[in-house]
């Protein structure tokens, strides 16, 4: 009978140390959880840059998703709540409609949080898309303002973090310099560039035209789908141009770009503004931009 109580004890010691060591387990859980700093963010190239800085000190909540629009997305109610626990938002401040109608509401949601704009020190394009107001917000598409976009993430991260600066440093530089890098590729890929002409549905590449020495031609207007009028005085630039490709993004519909390159004898090809994997999907880009310039 011995025997059965000293099984008995292990027992109970096994289902002890299993049980006070799960508790343990969660515990840390939620502790790790709870010490990292949320960073909302409104686009996903956004949530790369906080990450690339923020490493495992942060959470990024995005509130437009990929697929999504910027400029007509609402936010959903359980998205409002989770912003309001971020202790920064790292608004891209260059104009966008979903930031112009909803960082006041979600400002006022919590007054302790740290709104970073992320275009402060970035030189701000006229718009070419009257709806789109009087500047042109797709700063993101261009490296060289996203580099000046991973500085003010930073600073906002130091500020809420001081004590993590060296951390922080470290992350950015290394990210600074990946930048420098797409940079430098995109600046030779485009300097060969036999056709300077693209032509897109809408214009979310207004920066990189402007940082690489290319021409954006927009389909849209205000907003809207291109008239008749419109897409025929388009296909004659188009020819005119010797331009053969249209460019449309998944957020957008491409029916008057396909209409276009029918008329043209040329084709559709899909390029995405609003990608998670920033660096990745720019270098993509690139290469996809620089194969229609070269298309005959
Ligand atoms: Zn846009």
């Not at 343990?24 to 956004?46: D, G, L």
């Not at 898309?129 to 906002?156: F, T």
């Not at 990210?175 to 590729?185: E, I, S």
């Not at 990608?275 to 931009?289: D, F, G, L, P, R």
Request: hydrophobic share 35%; with cysteine.
């Amino acid at each position: 009978m011995e025997f059965k109580r000293i099984m008995g004890l292990i027992l109970l010691i096994a289902l002890v140390v299993f049980l006070v060591g799960t508790v343990f387990y969660e515990n840390s859980k939620i502790q790790t959880s709870s010490n990292k700093i949320t960073v909302a963010v409104t686009i996903p190239s956004e949530e790369e840059f906080v990450k690339a800085v923020g490493g495992d000190k942060v959470n990024v909540l995005v509130m437009v998703p990929s697929n999504a629009d910027p400029h007509t997305y609402e936010p959903s109610s359980s998205q409002l709540q989770q912003a309001e626990q971020a202790q920064m938002y790292a608004e891209v401040g260059s104009g966008l409609e979903f930031e112009i109608g909803w960082m006041d509401k979600i400002r006022g949601l919590n007054s302790n949080m740290e709104v970073v704009n992320c275009s402060q020190g970035i030189d701000l394009m006229q718009s070419t898309d009257p709806d789109e107001g009087n500047q042109d917000p797709h700063i993101w598409n261009s490296p060289r303002n996203a580099k000046i976009m991973v500085q003010n993430i930073y600073e906002g991260l130091v500020k809420i973090d001081p004590a993590n600066k060296d951390y922080y440093t470290k992350n950015r530089d290394a990210y600074l310099q990946k930048l420098d890098d797409l940079d430098k590729n995109m600046t030779e890929t485009f300097a060969n560039a036999t056709n300077r002409n693209i032509m897109v549905y809408h214009p979310s590449w207004g920066y990189l035209c402007r940082d690489y020495g290319l021409n954006q031609i927009s389909i849209e207007n205000e907003g809207k789908e291109a008239t008749p009028a419109t897409i025929s005085r388009l296909v004659d630039l188009a020819d005119q141009e010797n331009v053969k490709v249209i460019f449309v993004s998944p957020q957008f519909s491409n029916e008057s770009a396909q209409t276009i390159a029918n008329q043209i004898g040329g084709q559709v090809v899909s390029i995405d503004p609003m990608a998670e994997n920033y660096i990745e999907n720019m270098y993509k880009i690139t290469q996809v931009i620089s194969k229609a310039q070269k298309t005959p």
